[in-house]
């Protein structure tokens, strides 16, 4: 039981990491300071 928990906390973390990764990469693509200015 414990270790499906784990299995299944893991799994969350990988994707939020996917998202904040992904989520880096588009601000890096868009640069609200140059579309700004």
Do not use: G, N, Y
């Not at 990988?14 to 868009?30: I, T």
């Amino acid at each position: 039981m414990f270790l499906i928990h784990l299995d299944v906390s893991v799994q969350e973390f990988s994707l939020s990491l996917r998202a904040k990764r992904s989520l880096l990469k588009w601000r890096l693509s868009h640069r609200p300071e140059t579309c700004v200015k």
